[in-house]
């Protein structure tokens, strides 16, 4: 756990409903600096709970990315800590990962790695012992740092016995260092919580951002004070920035705003990033070691009191309400891929490959009880239905 600042005001609450005055937000914010700049700055490290790990305040998220070159210039630019998985791209990232460390001659103690696979009721022992073996043969590596099992939604998820058996005979065996659960849907404070409380955690990967869930500070600070890890991811409250007009005026950057602001919080070890192009790495790096500027703040803010009622936060809560049964948060997630992460083409396969009945096809004609269930008074039924014609690209199924 990072030294606790008590200058720090770590105030981040977002007010909902009418009187909305944005994001709350007093994480250092330094007076103002050239909006646009981002100066060289020396990558940063901090330990990972008790894992006995140090990892670079930036983590190089590859999901989608099939890319040894931008993995090496990442490495260069003194990245250390890599996010993966064995069943993105059918293995083709943790190949690519191996294909950079082995080109670049990096040596294994200096390189963080973290990769899993989803385990559920029902899997074997045996299948997650062959998934942690298929990794390390892609990766081209004896061991990994951080294992973890993806797509917690739930603490049900974390109740799986084969999981702790085969994790316990890899880490005898050398194979594997700490262990750690993954998830991205919305209020993960019970999958936190039940982490907590189980003991066999050592690592949280989760979605956090600025806009929602502010409670969830509270429970990351008990977590490092149990020497428990974090590692956040998806810190843009749903990338949805572009929408709005003259956001990133004056060369502000929202990514990297997103990542200060994580940063800013002490007990968080690092933040993954997907990263796709160089001109990232070069960016997010600025975000290094440097506090959020005024403008930064304020960009924030705007984007919180904008984008409060429209941001999905996958928590699934309207699904209940269905009649239809569409499977809500995936939808969002795969338009929030599509539009905001310029993954086009991953989203649309992603909700071809949803089951039409869970698909939003039959939304048009709907009288959206969803509306009413959302907790956060976002417009669900409009939404999904531009979902779906952007996902499939045709308004013949809708």
């Given at each position: 756990?990072?030294?606790?600042?008590?200058?720090?005001?770590?105030?981040?609450?977002?007010?909902?409903?009418?009187?909305?005055?944005?994001?709350?937000?007093?994480?250092?914010?330094?007076?103002?600096?050239?909006?646009?700049?981002?100066?060289?700055?020396?990558?940063?490290?901090?330990?990972?709970?008790?894992?006995?790990?140090?990892?670079?305040?930036?983590?190089?998220?590859?999901?989608?990315?099939?890319?040894?070159?931008?993995?090496?210039?990442?490495?260069?630019?003194?990245?250390?800590?890599?996010?993966?998985?064995?069943?993105?791209?059918?293995?083709?990232?943790?190949?690519?990962?191996?294909?950079?460390?082995?080109?670049?001659?990096?040596?294994?103690?200096?390189?963080?790695?973290?990769?899993?696979?989803?385990?559920?009721?029902?899997?074997?022992?045996?299948?997650?012992?062959?998934?942690?073996?298929?990794?390390?043969?892609?990766?081209?590596?004896?061991?990994?740092?951080?294992?973890?099992?993806?797509?917690?939604?739930?603490?049900?998820?974390?109740?799986?016995?084969?999981?702790?058996?085969?994790?316990?005979?890899?880490?005898?065996?050398?194979?594997?260092?700490?262990?750690?659960?993954?998830?991205?849907?919305?209020?993960?404070?019970?999958?936190?919580?039940?982490?907590?409380?189980?003991?066999?955690?050592?690592?949280?990967?989760?979605?956090?951002?600025?806009?929602?869930?502010?409670?969830?500070?509270?429970?990351?600070?008990?977590?490092?004070?149990?020497?428990?890890?974090?590692?956040?991811?998806?810190?843009?409250?749903?990338?949805?920035?572009?929408?709005?007009?003259?956001?990133?005026?004056?060369?502000?950057?929202?990514?990297?705003?997103?990542?200060?602001?994580?940063?800013?919080?002490?007990?968080?070890?690092?933040?993954?990033?997907?990263?796709?192009?160089?001109?990232?790495?070069?960016?997010l790096t600025a975000a290094?070691?440097?506090?959020?500027?005024?403008?930064?703040?304020?960009?924030?803010?705007?984007?919180?009191?904008?984008?409060?009622?429209?941001?999905?936060?996958?928590?699934?809560?309207?699904?209940?309400?269905?009649?239809?049964?569409?499977?809500?948060?995936?939808?969002?997630?795969?338009?929030?891929?599509?539009?905001?992460?310029?993954?086009?083409?991953?989203?649309?396969?992603?909700?071809?490959?949803?089951?039409?009945?869970?698909?939003?096809?039959?939304?048009?004609?709907?009288a959206a009880p969803c509306?009413?269930?959302?907790?956060?008074?976002?417009?669900?039924?409009?939404?999904?239905?531009?979902?779906?014609?952007?996902?499939?690209?045709?308004?013949?199924?809708?």
């Open positions: 756990m990072a030294p606790r600042n008590p200058g720090i005001d770590r105030r981040r609450l977002l007010q909902l409903g009418a009187a909305a005055s944005g994001l709350l937000v007093g994480c250092g914010a330094s007076p103002e600096a050239p909006a646009g700049a981002a100066a060289p700055a020396e990558m940063r490290y901090r330990p990972l709970g008790r894992t006995g790990l140090k990892v670079s305040e930036l983590t190089f998220g590859s999901h989608g990315v099939d890319n040894p070159p931008l993995m090496q210039a990442a490495l260069e630019a003194g990245v250390t800590t890599f996010f993966t998985s064995g069943e993105y791209l059918d293995g083709r990232e943790e190949i690519a990962m191996g294909t950079a460390m082995k080109a670049l001659g990096v040596r294994r103690e200096n390189v963080v790695i973290i990769t899993g696979s989803e385990v559920r009721r029902g899997t074997t022992k045996s299948r997650v012992l062959a998934a942690i073996d298929g990794s390390l043969r892609r990766l081209g590596t004896d061991h990994i740092d951080v294992y973890t099992t993806f797509d917690v939604c739930s603490p049900a998820d974390l109740q799986v016995d084969a999981l702790y058996e085969a994790f316990d005979e890899a880490r005898q065996a050398g194979k594997v260092k700490a262990l750690a659960l993954s998830g991205h849907c919305g209020g993960m404070q019970p999958c936190l919580e039940a982490a907590i409380a189980d003991g066999r955690i050592e690592v949280l990967l989760f979605k956090y951002d600025f806009v929602s869930y502010p409670d969830v500070d509270e429970i990351l600070h008990r977590a490092a004070e149990k020497g428990i890890g974090a590692v956040v991811f998806k810190t843009n409250a749903g990338a949805r920035h572009k929408e709005i007009k003259d956001l990133e005026a004056g060369g502000l950057s929202f990514q990297r705003a997103t990542v200060k602001w994580a940063l800013g919080n002490p007990d968080i070890s690092s933040v993954a990033v997907t990263i796709t192009n160089f001109k990232q790495i070069r960016d290094v070691g440097s506090p959020l500027t005024t403008a930064e703040v304020a960009m924030l803010r705007r984007y919180a009191r904008e984008m409060g009622d429209r941001y999905c936060r996958f928590c699934s809560s309207c699904e209940a309400s269905c009649p239809g049964g569409v499977a809500v948060a995936d939808v969002m997630r795969y338009a929030m891929y599509f539009s905001g992460y310029g993954r086009e083409k991953e989203a649309m396969q992603r909700y071809r490959d949803l089951p039409r009945t869970r698909t939003a096809a039959a939304c048009a004609g709907c509306e009413a269930a959302c907790p956060f008074g976002r417009p669900v039924h409009a939404e999904l239905v531009a979902a779906h014609r952007m996902l499939s690209l045709t308004e013949a199924r809708g």
